[in-house]
């Protein structure tokens, strides 16, 4: 069994006291859902896929609260499989297929299963550990998932820069994988939306006034959310590519809109969105984040 490093602490803390204070301010906050999140075991299981934003949990954080609470009221799934870009350069799709994730709460196995039926049904996804050694945007979800589940289990894709054909062809095959084995997964595509400002190299609305500048992120990724929430995911490809937006996670999201769609979900539904600049209000880099499910 392969073991996979943590990449991402200082997203989180490394530390458990911290990293479990952390998760429960996240719920507290603001900007979370008010409340903690309760497993419910006879939960209706109507969530297919899901957005999760990946930024660090002091800006984003309080954001994927809404996803987590909402995945742990509607049930236990067997398995989860994380979708989300490569930060890393990576150039193509890939799973890792065997092994653990190490975080600071315990070891995370790959549902070896699940990941070996997907390669079967998506040739375009390989077996490559490399891809995700680095990146950080399915890493940050995992204590979240461990918060809620003691028997986790996932499956980690990365993607790359892709056109349609791929993300069509990753999504059908995750779908006809899970039917194959016919298993109670959720999918969480991982990303975040406008990267706004001149760390990013982005600033279409200029550099002020900020109340300017935070209409133009908040309509721009309301675009976006509008495409999720009717589960239009060729056209939230064509809008992002289209526009070069900066929403790092445009694949993985419509990817799971496919998968989603061919195992049933009717429709999206928003449950939270903010920016940094709302939950921290810091000007010099300015994200949105977004949490939203898919649901029967």
């Known amino acids: 069994m392969r073991d996979r490093s943590p990449a991402a ?27 903690l999140p309760e497993v419910n075991p006879d939960g209706p299981r109507e969530i297919v896929a899901c957005v999760a934003p990946h930024a660090g949990y002091y800006y984003s954080g309080p ?40 975080m600071p709460e315990g070891r995370v196995p790959v549902d070896s299963k699940l990941a070996k039926a997907i390669l079967r049904n998506a040739e375009i996804i390989l077996e490559d550990d490399s891809a995700h050694t680095s990146e950080h945007s399915l890493e940050v979800q995992l204590p979240f998932l461990q918060d809620l589940y003691k028997d986790l289990k996932i499956v980690p894709i990365a993607m790359g820069m892709s056109d349609w054909e791929t993300c069509r062809e990753v999504g059908e095959g995750v779908a006809a994988a899970i039917r194959e084995e016919n298993v109670d997964a959720v999918i969480i595509a991982s990303t975040d939306l406008t990267h706004y400002g001149m760390m990013y190299g982005y600033a279409p609305a200029g550099t002020g006034p900020i109340e300017k500048v935070i209409k133009w992120v908040h ?37 799971a809109i496919v998968a989603a769609k061919e195992l049933g979900a009717k429709r999206g539904i928003k449950l939270q969105y903010a920016t940094s600049y709302d939950i921290r209000g810091s000007q010099d880099a300015i994200v949105g984040y977004l949490s939203a499910i898919m649901t029967k």
Not at 66 to 89: K, N, Q, T
Not at 221 to 245: F, H, N, P, T, Y
């Open 63 to 102: 954001v994927a609260a809404h996803l987590y609470r909402a995945i742990a009221s509607d049930g236990e799934p067997e398995s989860f499989v994380l979708i989300g870009p490569s930060h890393m350069g990576y150039p193509g799709v890939a799973l890792m297929a065997e092994g653990n994730w190490v």
């Open 219 to 255: 309509d721009t990724d309301g675009e976006i959310i509008s495409r999720i929430e009717s589960l239009d995911a060729e056209g939230l490809l064509k809008l992002v590519r289209g526009r070069d937006l900066t929403m790092c996670g445009a694949a993985p999201v419509t990817s």
């Open 9 to 35: 602490v200082g997203f989180y803390p490394g530390n458990k006291q911290a990293l479990k204070d952390m998760i429960r301010e996240c719920y507290l906050s603001e900007f979370g859902p008010g409340s």
